[in-house]
């Protein structure tokens, strides 16, 4: 797309967001909606109140649901795996697949068979 009809296209959507923002602007509905924020945030001011503590006044319920447990569900413990090396007899014990020498055997020989290995 050239310059020009890029230019001409993006000025018909600024002149048409505009039209729509002056509609906006003589809306009596979004007047009211203005003047009713401003009036709360006033208030909020006034009295010290955030709109935490509004939403827990008008709507109890909203804060018990929302809010995350005290705490945390404790991590599942995971198991012991145990790796025997037909080779060389070695046996590895391990709870994740971090382990040093299980690494090393599946460099050498793959993953799919070090896991064939698991006892």
């Known amino acids: 797309m050239s310059k020009l009809a890029e230019y001409k296209a993006l000025e018909a959507q600024l ?19 203005i003047e009713f924020e401003q009036k ?4 909020m001011v006034a009295y010290g109140v955030g709109l935490r503590d ?3 006044l008008l709507d109890p319920q909203a ?6 447990p005290a705490t945390p569900a404790p991590r599942r413990q995971r198991k012991v795996k ?8 070695e046996v590895v014990e391990t709870k994740g ?4 020498v299980l690494k090393a055997w599946k ?4 993953g799919e068979k070090v896991e064939s290995w698991l006892q």
């Open 54 to 56: 509004i939403i827990s």
């Open 40 to 43: 709360l945030r006033n208030l």
């Open 63 to 68: 804060n018990r649901t929302s809010a995350a």
């Open 97 to 100: 697949g971090n382990h040093k």
């Open 15 to 33: 002149a048409a967001q505009l039209k729509q923002l002056d509609a906006l602007k003589n809306d009596d509905e979004l007047k009211r909606e």
């Open 82 to 89: 145990v790796y025997k090396n037909p080779e060389t007899g």
């Open 107 to 110: 460099e050498k020989h793959g």
